[in-house]
């Protein structure tokens, strides 16, 4: 019996909360032998997948350092290992995995899961970001095969290095049951808490919005933002949840009246994004509160699912208030997300994923 290519994916995030990797692993295992190579950043415990999963412990937890050591561990993982394709998430990950599959002869797959050297924590550290870019400069040109999240950022890569990228959106997989067409009782923010996010905009509008906040997800802002719960005395209105099992959303995403995402214009990372939680949120069928951006505009035109904000404190009272106070809208909003959520998903995202991987195994 002829054997399975081996996949190994490689991710500087915790395996057990990484939605858009457990989803792609999932998928290419029904053609491949999958593992999964992530860090131990929590105490939480694997759960069993069709794929394999490894966590790797490192005493560095951030930092120039940090990256270099998680490099070189993750370099010579790969030179030791059973392989014949390595699929590398970010540009944080894809050093290890250029250079490894050009000394040993094997096929490389970039995941870009965002404008990596666009992101906020670099735009204002431009003697870091310019480490990176060099990073970016010499090795996505060299590349065959790549994916991303969105088409905004495709065209940027395919515009700077002329390399094809596949659009793989985050959509989740679509799960026919029956959906409540009541409105919940709370408003959600579910993923990181860290810069960018509009979080303190958020926090601040609590003061004039009369629905309480749940916020599942954790980051660098976490104790800030509870302190700023504390300034504006709105405690008994924000519920911080910490960090959630992507098992533990799907409940808690549909029982609530409607879902925040609206982040911060802080470069082009952020700008051109299409993150996860607007996919979940419509796949609960539950209208959000978005920043205008592209992506969310060109969707918007095409299915209706959300009412704009910017990431003001003003803009989101406003839009929550128009969400509570116009009934008619609402319902028109949840019913277009009852339909959208039949066309993203992921058993249609999937297949362009599948069609490449046969290209690169040919």
Not at 123 to 133: A, G, M, S, T, Y
Not at 215 to 228: F, N, Q, T, W, Y
Request: charged content about 25%; some cysteine.
């Amino acid at each position: 019996m002829e054997q399975q290519p081996r996949i190994i994916a490689t991710v500087i995030n915790d395996v057990v909360y990484d939605q858009r990797m457990i989803r792609i692993c999932s998928s290419l295992s029904s053609n491949y032998n999958v593992l999964l190579l992530g860090r131990e950043k929590s105490e939480a415990l694997t759960k069993q997948q069709v794929f394999k999963q490894k966590r790797l412990k490192f005493l560095l937890k951030k930092g120039p350092l940090f990256y270099l050591v998680y490099n070189i561990r993750v370099f010579f993982y790969l030179i030791f290992a059973r392989y014949d394709i390595v699929h590398a998430v970010d540009l944080d990950t894809l050093p290890a995995g250029f250079f490894a599959t050009k000394l040993r002869g094997k096929k490389l797959v970039y995941d870009a899961h965002e404008y990596f050297t666009e992101v906020p924590e670099l735009i204002n550290r431009p003697k870091v970001q310019n480490v990176w870019l060099t990073i970016e400069k010499f090795i996505i040109p060299k590349i065959k095969y790549a994916i991303t999240v969105g088409g905004e950022i495709a065209k940027e890569y395919e515009k700077k290095y002329n390399v094809p990228f596949v659009v793989v959106r985050n959509c989740p997989v679509l799960i026919e049951q029956e959906m409540s067409t009541k409105s919940g009782a709370y408003l959600l923010y579910q993923g990181a808490l860290n810069k960018g996010r509009g979080l303190e905009a958020l926090i601040e509008a609590m003061q004039e919005i009369d629905i309480p906040l749940k916020i599942a997800g954790s980051g660098d802002l976490d104790e800030e933002l509870k302190r700023l719960v504390d300034n504006f005395n709105i405690a008994e209105k924000v519920e911080f949840l910490g960090l959630l099992e992507p098992s533990q959303l799907p409940e808690l995403t549909q029982n609530a009246f409607a879902g925040i995402n609206v982040s911060e214009n802080l470069g082009l990372s952020y700008y051109y994004s299409l993150n996860n939680k607007y996919f979940d949120y419509i796949q609960a069928g539950l209208p959000s509160i978005t920043n205008p951006f592209p992506e969310y505009v060109a969707l918007n035109n095409e299915f209706e699912c959300c009412v704009f904000a910017n990431a003001n404190a003003t803009e989101i009272a406003a839009s929550v208030k128009l969400l509570l106070n116009d009934a008619s809208l609402y319902t028109s909003l949840k019913k277009n997300c009852l339909l959208a959520r039949q066309h993203l998903t992921w058993q249609l995202e999937e297949k362009k994923l599948i069609t490449l991987y046969e290209a690169v195994t040919k």
